[in-house]
């Protein structure tokens, strides 16, 4: 394989101006986001000492996230999306903003910590499918792929050296500065977003109430089998495959670390995936797209449990690494199939409930790891969780033929 065909093509950014916009502003976004991702747990787990709580903490988003995303993705096929994104993205700094100050009082509160938290979900939850929507129509569709995979450059640049700095801020600042910064990301995002221009959705039925809009695009999803393979996928990955919640418990317990090596774990998958992402060329070649996506969720499975069986600190961080390489893959697949797949009427709604998966599945996975962990131990939780995911993806690949002989 050549050069040209393994490196990720990057003509997307030099020809689209609001693309380039959208990637440095997610860029510096996500990098802040990163930090609270790693301190709310962090807060949650010195507070409580417990991963259950940890996995509650992230379930009670949950419900948030979901209505925020199918809002937003129902606004976003019918009003203009740069002021959506803008005052949803200012929504976001304030929560963060919040959050920054409740851990700066001297008897900070659980519970506003975890309103804040949901709040914050709720809003970010808005914004994701009306930015995700807008993508289609800055690009040309053969530069779809290319676009997803610079997007997962962006992402996990993010994942790398937000929890890396999250570790070193939580040991040597404080917990309060990963806030500030994170609403100040949001901040500079929303300036971003400001210099783009033509975000508004095509022409649709400005005459159906915002409900029945919304029920429209699950009704659509009912009728559409590509569109719930992509879900039941990524679904079965995060709720069993992503042991996050047990992250503070690992670096604690597990490995007798501290902050930063909670930081490390949490950038782990991020290495992985980066490298996977900058070498992405070759997934614009790949001609079983769906048969592709099974298998590369059966080795995150796999990575994962092995994660949980070796008590090895740089095993680990290489079992988080080959399972974020895989996700890469996964995601961009995934991204692409169902773009192509949906029509432009449906599409904010239809990205509404794709970002309601991907995002609500690692509350509720976290959840579920916290719960098992509860009753078994942190170890049983994660390899038991890895080996669910490889089962419920066979049973995918099984039970949908045409997903798994799905092609170019």
């Known amino acids: 394989?050549?050069?040209?065909?393994?490196?990720?093509?990057?003509?997307?950014?030099?020809?689209?101006?609001?693309?380039?916009?959208?990637?440095?502003?997610?860029?510096?976004?996500?990098?802040?986001?990163?930090?609270?991702?790693?301190?709310?747990?962090?807060?949650?787990?010195?507070?409580?000492?417990?991963?259950?709580?940890?996995?509650?903490a992230s379930l009670f988003q949950l419900p948030f996230l979901i209505v925020g995303a199918l809002w937003g993705g129902a606004f976003g096929d019918r009003y203009d999306r740069r002021t959506l994104l803008v005052v949803g993205t200012l929504v976001c700094a304030l929560t963060s903003a919040g959050l920054a100050v409740n851990a700066l009082l001297p008897h900070d509160s659980l519970s506003t910590l975890l309103g804040l938290a949901a709040l914050g979900a709720g809003a970010?939850?808005?914004?994701?499918?009306?930015?995700?929507?807008?993508?289609?129509?800055?690009?040309?569709?053969?530069?779809?792929?290319?676009?997803?995979?610079?997007?997962?450059?962006?992402?996990?640049?993010?994942?790398?050296?937000?929890?890396?700095?999250?570790?070193?801020?939580?040991?040597?600042?404080?917990?309060?500065?990963?806030?500030?910064?994170?609403a100040a990301t949001f901040v500079l995002l929303a300036v971003a977003t400001l210099f783009m221009t033509h975000l508004t959705p095509p022409a649709g039925r400005d005459d159906v109430a915002l409900l029945n809009a919304i029920a429209e695009g699950f009704r659509y999803v009912r009728r559409h089998a590509v569109a719930q393979a992509v879900y039941l996928?990524?679904?079965?990955?995060?709720?069993?495959?992503?042991?996050?919640?047990?992250?503070?418990?690992?670096?604690?317990?597990?490995?007798?670390?501290?902050?930063?090596?909670?930081?490390?774990?949490?950038?782990?998958?991020?290495?992985?995936?980066?490298?996977?992402?900058?070498?992405?060329?070759?997934?614009?070649?790949?001609?079983?797209?769906?048969?592709?996506?099974?298998?590369?969720?059966?080795?995150?499975?796999?990575?994962?449990?092995?994660?949980?069986?070796?008590?090895?600190?740089?095993?680990?961080?290489?079992?988080?690494?080959?399972?974020?390489?895989?996700?890469?893959?996964?995601?961009?697949?995934?991204?692409?199939?169902?773009?192509?797949?949906?029509?432009?009427?449906?599409?904010g709604r239809i990205q509404s409930i794709q970002m309601a998966v991907v995002t609500g599945g690692p509350r509720l996975g976290d959840a579920e790891a916290g719960a098992v962990a509860a009753v078994s131990s942190t170890e049983f939780s994660i390899v038991s969780g890895g080996i669910a995911c490889v089962v419920g993806v066979a049973l995918l690949a099984w039970r949908r033929r045409a997903f798994w002989d799905e092609t170019v």
């Open 1 to 56: 394989m050549g050069v040209p065909r393994l490196f990720v093509d990057w003509s997307p950014l030099r020809q689209s101006r609001n693309f380039r916009l959208l990637i440095v502003g997610q860029l510096v976004s996500l990098l802040g986001s990163n930090l609270t991702l790693v301190a709310v747990p962090y807060q949650v787990y010195r507070e409580t000492h417990s991963s259950l709580w940890v996995g509650l």
């Open 124 to 182: 970010g939850g808005f914004t994701s499918p009306v930015r995700a929507a807008a993508i289609p129509g800055m690009l040309r569709e053969e530069q779809l792929i290319s676009a997803y995979s610079l997007n997962q450059i962006i992402v996990n640049i993010s994942a790398v050296a937000g929890p890396s700095l999250a570790g070193v801020l939580l040991a040597a600042v404080s917990l309060s500065s990963c806030y500030a910064i994170d």
């Open 233 to 347: 996928a990524d679904l079965n990955a995060n709720v069993f495959g992503l042991p996050r919640a047990l992250f503070p418990a690992v670096a604690l317990t597990v490995y007798h670390g501290g902050a930063r090596t909670l930081g490390l774990l949490y950038a782990a998958p991020g290495v992985g995936a980066l490298v996977m992402a900058v070498f992405a060329g070759w997934i614009n070649h790949v001609q079983r797209r769906g048969r592709t996506v099974i298998l590369v969720v059966a080795l995150w499975g796999l990575a994962m449990a092995a994660f949980g069986l070796v008590h090895v600190l740089w095993f680990g961080v290489a079992a988080l690494a080959l399972a974020g390489s895989m996700d890469v893959v996964s995601t961009v697949l995934r991204g692409t199939i169902l773009q192509l797949a949906i029509t432009d009427e449906f599409r």
